[in-house]
């Protein structure tokens, strides 16, 4: 058995642990630098990571006192710069990484963006994979033309059409042996395996084609993260990485077990998607010095930074409580599987103080603290009760936690076999992370499109592809 790990990054002097970008070792203010992301992923490479998972909003943390000082004053996800620009440096750094990409369906287009996923799958060849998200921030839906959010479950609705659209352009419109470049006949596309996708419904109008030829993995690797009750249909119909954050085990367990239900009631093989689970991991030599380590991380927490980004999940403002007040439960447009953790919690109600101090070391992800056997040893427990095939590493204090993580946890993983094999040519994501073929699962209910089209799968499909 092999472990896969990814890590949980985004472009921000925050990401998942408020106020301890002020940590010494910290070098996160250099986030705006090229040098620090090449240099964080050579680490990865080294370190054994699958890929680098990148976060993404598209809009500021304005709802905690409905004003955006707090997340400006403690970096939390701002400022945060466009990653799909930091992409073919980091690919040109590394050999085997895969990057995680976020996207949001909800204010992209999807035939901009599907150009943007194919450029950056040539350019990487084959190691990107597109993490849908549909948003939850009302601030993004005011920036982008919109009086505020599209309702939670419509915006999957949407997200469904966009998907579709998606399909078609990745997987229908241009055959792979479209582009020839033949200079003898003068032929650099050959125009008849180049088709227009015709797509007329609800929300989207492409009639195509697709403005460039398809990459490695034609449809980009997708990950998933919502966790709502629609969230989850979302992530049966397209899903083949599920990015899931629960800080119980046993919890997270009902989820992976209910999707992998869901999934073989569509037809899919649901062995073939993987779950992966954020952590947050302080290690050192010892027990005692990690746990040490642990208390000087706490004396950094920033209790106004972390419900900033609270706010910002949820869409629910707890500036005007007292720190000993109960969070209560209400209907929320925004992330709802996040309210619900603190909220819908059968064993314990929680309070405004425990829920900054809780997620300020690694956001609502369960922290895993030890010597190098003792992490892999909770890792492996994690695993067991949840369910989950590999894990999503977040970094409280960084880059120094991942380079923790190559120095002190890579090595135990690796005399333990639980790391996978690389192979000296490089796999396109798809293949290194689910063990697959470079280009979607046949059951992938993107493939139904392919039957249903009534002009037929493409060329290139009919000889059956990988
Ligand atoms: C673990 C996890 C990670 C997520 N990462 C992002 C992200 O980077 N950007 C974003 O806009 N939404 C992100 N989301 C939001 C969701 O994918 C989703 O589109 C939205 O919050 C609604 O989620 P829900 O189905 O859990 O209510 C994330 C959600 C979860 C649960």
Do not use: C
């Not at 706490?298 to 209790?303: E, G, L, M, R």
């Amino acid at each position: 058995m092999t472990i896969h790990f990814n890590a949980f990054d985004m472009l921000v002097p925050v990401h998942q642990s408020p106020g301890l970008w002020r940590h010494p070792e910290s070098r996160i203010d250099q986030f705006d630098q090229l040098e620090y992301w090449t240099g964080l992923s050579q680490t990865l490479e080294r370190a054994g990571f699958s890929s680098l998972f990148l976060a993404d909003v598209p809009g500021v943390y304005d709802v905690y006192g409905s004003s955006h000082h707090s997340a400006a004053r403690g970096g939390v996800q701002y400022p945060l710069l466009d990653l799909q620009v930091l992409v073919p440096a980091l690919a040109a750094a590394t050999t085997h990484l895969g990057f995680g990409l976020t996207a949001s369906v909800t204010y992209e287009q999807p035939y901009l963006l599907a150009r943007r996923f194919a450029t950056l799958d040539h350019l990487t060849q084959g190691r990107v994979a597109w993490n849908v998200v549909t948003s939850y921030q009302d601030s993004a839906a005011r920036n982008l033309g919109m009086q505020g959010q599209i309702p939670h479950d419509e915006r999957y609705d949407r997200a469904d059409e966009f998907m579709e659209v998606m399909y078609k352009l990745f997987e229908h419109s241009i055959d792979d042996d479209a582009v020839i470049a033949d200079k003898e006949s003068g032929v650099f596309t050959d125009p008849e395996k180049v088709r227009g996708i015709e797509h007329e419904s609800t929300w989207f109008s492409v009639p195509g084609p697709m403005l460039t030829h398809p990459g490695p993995q034609r449809t980009p690797l997708l990950f998933q993260a919502g966790s709502s009750a629609r969230g989850q249909t979302f992530a049966v119909d397209h899903g083949e990485a599920i990015f899931v954050i629960n800080a119980r085990p046993e919890k997270l367990a009902q989820q992976v077990e209910s999707t992998r239900a869901q999934l073989t009631d569509a037809g899919r093989d649901s062995s073939s998607v993987i779950f992966s689970a954020m952590v947050t991991i302080i290690v050192a030599d010892t027990e005692a010095e990690a746990h040490a380590r642990f208390q000087e991380y706490a004396a950094y927490v920033d209790t106004e930074a972390a419900l900033t980004l609270f706010g910002g999940w949820t869409g629910v403002d707890l500036s005007d409580l007292h720190e000993d007040d109960d969070v209560a439960d209400v209907q929320t447009e925004a992330n709802q599987s996040a309210l619900a953790m603190f909220t819908k919690d059968p064993s314990r109600r929680w309070t405004v103080r425990e829920v900054a101090e809780f997620i300020s070391i690694g956001g609502r992800g369960p922290t895993i603290i030890g010597d190098p056997v003792q992490v892999v040893d909770q890792l492996l427990e994690y695993q067991r009760i949840s369910g989950v095939d590999g894990f999503n590493i977040s970094a409280a204090v960084r880059p120094a936690d991942f380079e923790r993580f190559e120095q002190f946890v890579t090595p135990e993983l690796r005399r333990r076999g639980l790391l996978p094999e690389r192979p000296e040519t490089p796999l396109t994501l798809r293949e290194s992370l689910l063990g697959a073929g470079p280009h979607l699962a046949q059951d992938h209910p993107a493939r139904r499109l392919a039957r249903a089209d009534a002009r037929g799968p493409r060329a290139d499909e009919r000889a059956g592809p990988a």
